[in-house]
């Protein structure tokens, strides 16, 4: 589960930094609003990598889908993307575990 929920996050890594580059077009966002906001949201994409064996981790990422949907606010191309990452996001930890408890039981048959 971990590598497809990583995966999924560096994904929405580059499409935070992408989104960022596209709202600093707009008149009423500053550029260190706009980069503080992203950077931030970038560096959790980044340290959730690290943490997905941790409880609560799931439900911070969770959390991340949402602000991405809301994002679309002001980048109106994000409720496309937040929606498709929050389904990439459910099918990375719905197949995850199946995998997970597939090469558990393959393990324990060869055991």
Sequence with gaps: MRTLCASTLIGEFFVI??????????ADLTAGTVWAVCGAGMLLCVLLCGMLSRPGALAIGWALQIALVVSGYW????????VVFAALWWASIHFGRKI????????????
């Design 75 to 82: 980048v109106g191309t994000m409720y496309f993307l937040g």
């Design 17 to 26: 930094g992408f989104a960022g580059l596209v709202a600093m077009k707009q």
């Design 100 to 111: 997970d408890e597939a090469k558990a039981r393959h393990s324990a048959q060869v055991a």
